[in-house]
């Protein structure tokens, strides 16, 4: 059962506009959130994380915002750009005593950003 | 600063047979990670090492075994392959296990594997 979902496999914007990808979870433990970004034949990167603490996490063009009663975080780029265009995974992990744990990921959503 | 490394990038293999990959991490990083990702299943955590300990363990067979050395490189190893074990193996490192701020984890290209 999936515990961290990314329902759109697929994401098309026009350049400039802004792009939200979507991701859901399951596991109440979960209570730190990042974004990834992924380049073909590239590992992923980083973008931006979110504690439960907080409800939004703004860095540049990226923000993230989480709403935990509806346990769903979205991702919001403004503006996009062609170099945005990569896949996007979302990805929990769960408090257990402090301990990092693993990374839950999501299957990603393959945003494409047309000039 | 140089990133993580991982050896080899591709690899082909035919079913039964053992493959060990490599990792290594960032400078300075102890905590080594390892990941599968396939097209249906996507990034799957397999094992964390830190201190040459493993962390944690994820849910795949015992076929995949990993270990990490005293400079922090981690070596993971799958034994008798099987066709469904075709995958991109992703290693990551983090300066450590714990959840703190800036201590997130930074991934390698990965290691394509192809199991024939």
């Known amino acids: 059962d999936q515990q961290v979902k990314q329902n759109s496999p697929s994401l098309s914007v026009q350049e400039g506009r802004i792009s939200i990808l979507n991701c859901d979870y399951t596991?109440?433990?979960?209570?730190?959130f990042l974004w990834y970004k992924k380049y073909p034949a590239e590992g992923p990167t980083f973008l931006i994380s979110i504690s439960s603490i907080k409800d939004k996490n703004e860095d540049g063009r990226f923000t993230v915002f989480l709403n935990k009663s509806a346990k769903h975080l979205s991702l919001h780029i403004v503006p996009s750009q062609p170099g945005d265009s990569a896949v996007y995974f979302c990805?929990?992990?769960?408090?257990?005593?402090?301990?990092?744990?693993?990374?839950?990921f999501g299957k990603g959503t393959k945003l494409s950003v047309k000039p | 600063k140089a990133g993580v490394t991982q050896t080899p990038r591709y690899l082909i293999k035919t079913r039964g047979q053992q493959v060990t990959l490599s990792c290594s991490p960032i400078s300075g990083h102890r905590s080594v990670s390892w990941y599968q990702q396939t097209p249906g299943q996507g990034l799957q955590f397999l094992f964390e090492y830190f201190s040459e300990t493993q962390r944690n363990k994820g849910n795949f067979p015992g076929r995949f075994s990993g270990r990490q050395f005293s400079n922090s490189r981690s070596e993971m190893n799958v034994s008798t392959l099987e066709l469904g074990d075709s995958a991109l193996y992703l290693c990551a490192s983090s300066w450590g296990p714990d959840r703190e701020v800036n201590n997130e984890q930074f991934f390698g290209p990965g290691t394509r594997l192809t199991v024939l």
């Open positions: 596991n109440s433990m979960f209570d730190y």
């Open positions: 990805a929990a992990l769960a408090n257990y005593g402090g301990s990092q744990g693993n990374l839950i």
